[in-house]
C-alpha cells in the first residue's frame, strides 16, 4: 500500500512540464521524544501497571514540492512515525505509522488526498496544548493506564471518547478540501471512502469499519485590539455509525490563552445497536458512538517558554464510563535542535467495577530532539 501511493505520488508530480517557470524543493526533518515519568496510583489500582515508564517517540518528514508560480504548489508528503513502551497501539499500523498525502494549493483553495486528519479535525480549536502529553489523545495513557481506551492484541475497546476534535476516522485515506480565508473565515469539507483507521476509534471487527464518512468544518478568527478570538464549529456524519458535532473556542492575549472545546456523538440507532460483542470486541467496545467530551485550558508563551493548564472530561451517556483528566505542563526550546519537557498530570477513570477504573498521579519530565 505505502509503495502503490507514494508511486502515485510522485508520478503526479513526474507529469509537470518541465518548460514552464517553477521550482522544486525538497525537505527532510525528523523528531525523537522521550519522556521518564513516575506514576503514583491510588492503592485500589496500584496493580494496573508499573511505577516507571519511559515511552518514546520517533517521527520522520519527507517532503518533495514543485511550485509553478507564487499562486500554485503540489507537494507530495510522506510521514513516517514508530513508537517504544506505548500503552495503546494507535498508530495507523498499531505499533507504527505512515501517511502518504498530496497538497495542491491555488487561488481558490487547498486540496488534500490520501491518508490525512479530516477538515474538522485540522480546523478545530480546543483547549491550549503546551505539547508534552497532549490535551486531545493525552498520553498520560502511558503512564497512568485508562481501561475506557484499548487498542491492543485483545482487541480494540473505546467506551468514551478521547478527543473533543472528530477524530473517529484517525487518518484514513480520504480527500478533503479547504477554503482560502475570506474576513478571517475558512470552511473545509472530507469525503472519507471508508472510515476505518487504527489510529481513529473504529474496532478493525467493527461491522461499520468500512463505511463512509462525510465531514465539514467551519473556522473564524477576528482580531479586536490586542485580543485574537478564534472559533470552529465541525459536523460529521459516518454512515451507519454516528453523527457528530464539535465546537471550540480561544481568546489570546498579550501571550495569554484561554481556550476550551466540546464534542457530542451521536447513534442512529435503526442503522446499528451498541455494543455488538463478539471476537475481539469487548464489552462497551464501541462507547464512543453515543458520547460527550468536553476541555478546558489556560496557557501562556513567552519566548522559547510555553505551558497550559489543562482539564479533560469525557463519558458516555447512559453508562457509568467517565474520564477526568487535568495536566500542567511546560516546554522549553533551549536551541533549534533540543527542546526540554516536563509535566504533573493526574486520570481519575471511572467504570461499573474495579478492574474497569484506575486513578493515579503521573510526574514526567522529557527531551525532545529536532534534525
Same mark, same amino acid.
Given at each position: ?45 496500584? $496493580? ?17 514540492? $514543485? ?36 497538497? %495542491? ?71 478533503? $478540501? ?50 485574537? %478570538?478564534?472559533?470552529?464549529?465541525? %459536523? ?21 490563552? %484561554? ?72 516546554? $522549553? ?39
Amino acid at each position: 500500500m505505502i509503495k502503490q501511493t507514494l508511486f502515485g505520488a510522485f508520478a503526479a508530480l513526474s507529469l509537470i512540464p518541465s518548460v514552464q517557470a517553477g521550482e522544486w524543493t525538497f525537505e527532510a526533518m525528523g523528531k525523537a521524544q522521550s519522556l521518564f515519568g513516575y506514576s503514583h496510583p491510588d492503592s485500589r489500582y496500584s $496493580y494496573h501497571q508499573s511505577r516507571y515508564h519511559l515511552p518514546t517517540r520517533f517521527s520522520a518528514n519527507l517532503m518533495a514540492q $514543485y511550485s509553478f508560480n507564487e499562486n500554485y504548489q503540489l507537494g507530495a508528503y510522506l510521514d513516517l512515525a514508530y513508537g517504544i513502551d506505548q500503552e495503546l497501539k494507535d498508530y495507523n499500523h498499531g505499533s507504527w505509522g505512515e501517511q502518504v498525502y498530496l497538497i %495542491l494549493d491555488a487561488p481558490f483553495g487547498r486540496f488534500i488526498g490520501g491518508q490525512s486528519y479530516n477538515a474538522a479535525y485540522q480546523l478545530g480549536v480546543g483547549a491550549p496544548d503546551a505539547g508534552v502529553l497532549g490535551v486531545n489523545q493525552s498520553d498520560i495513557v502511558n503512564f497512568v493506564a485508562n481501561p475506557h481506551w484499548q487498542r491492543n492484541h485483545r482487541g480494540t475497546a473505546y467506551r468514551t471518547l478521547n478527543s473533543t476534535e472528530i477524530n473517529t476516522d484517525g487518518t484514513a485515506p480520504k480527500i478533503t $478540501y479547504i477554503s482560502p480565508e475570506f474576513d478571517g473565515t475558512m470552511f473545509g469539507v472530507t469525503y472519507v471512502p471508508e472510515s476505518f483507521s487504527r489510529d481513529g476509534l473504529i474496532s478493525s471487527q467493527a461491522t461499520y469499519r468500512d463505511k463512509a464518512g462525510y465531514i465539514a468544518s467551519v473556522y473564524h478568527n477576528r482580531e479586536l485590539g490586542n485580543v485574537s %478570538l478564534s472559533g470552529s464549529l465541525g %459536523l460529521a456524519h459516518f454512515t451507519d455509525i454516528d453523527d457528530e458535532i464539535s465546537v471550540g473556542l480561544s481568546v489570546y492575549y498579550k501571550g495569554w490563552t %484561554l481556550g476550551g472545546g466540546v464534542r457530542k456523538t451521536f447513534v442512529n440507532h435503526k442503522f446499528a445497536d451498541m455494543n455488538q460483542t463478539g471476537y475481539k470486541r469487548p464489552e462497551e467496545f464501541d462507547g464512543f458512538r453515543d458520547a460527550w467530551a468536553y476541555n478546558i485550558g489556560l496557557g501562556y508563551e513567552f519566548g522559547p517558554f510555553k505551558s497550559s493548564l489543562t482539564y479533560f472530561y469525557s463519558k458516555a451517556d447512559d453508562r457509568s464510563y467517565e474520564d477526568k483528566i487535568i495536566q500542567l505542563s511546560g516546554r $522549553y526550546q533551549l536551541n533549534q535542535y533540543v527542546e526540554i519537557q516536563t509535566a504533573v498530570a493526574h486520570g481519575d477513570y471511572d467504570g461499573p467495577t474495579k478492574a474497569e477504573s484506575n486513578q493515579g498521579y503521573a510526574f514526567i519530565g522529557g527531551v525532545a530532539l529536532k534534525f
